[in-house]
């Protein structure tokens, strides 16, 4: 009982750290589960097609998960032509960083040397990422209108 009345203060703080711990535990884990719903890769996938499309997000991008449903539309419409990369410019900001990416969402679409073809950063309607896409295919072909 000596030693509960000598060290009370230091058992308090002992428990504050232990229950902080836990919220940053289950913070940490929570924000992984999150995660998952945007994917990212850690480097960068080769180009199969003519062009590949990079659509770089954050976790934390409202705006990312508004143009989410179009970009995977867009994704399955073209996906015969065109190659497409999402990046979580968190976990790859080399890849963020090589094409001068500072806003999000930001849409990219390179050829296969990796030179941009088009950009594009904000939210589009399915409509203007059908022209995005069309534009970067004209000017890919030479035959820009």
Request: aromatic share 10%; glycine share 4%.
């Amino acid at each position: 009982m000596n030693f509960v009345k000598n060290h009370k203060n230091l058992i308090i703080i002992l428990v504050i750290v232990l229950i902080a711990f836990g919220v940053v535990i289950f913070k940490l884990s929570s924000k992984s589960k999150n995660m998952e719903s945007i994917s990212f890769t850690p480097k960068e996938q080769e180009i199969k097609h003519d062009l590949k499309m990079y659509e770089f997000v954050l976790n934390s991008c409202g705006a990312c998960k508004t143009v989410e449903p179009i970009y995977q539309q867009i994704k399955m419409k073209y996906s015969n032509v065109l190659d497409f990369e999402q990046v979580n410019s968190d976990y790859n900001p080399n890849l963020a960083n090589k094409y001068r990416v500072m806003y999000m969402p930001t849409f990219i679409i390179v050829n296969k040397e990796g030179n941009v073809i088009t950009r594009k950063t904000g939210i589009m309607t399915n409509e203007e990422m059908v022209a995005f896409v069309e534009e970067a295919r004209s000017i890919a072909n030479g035959s820009v209108k």
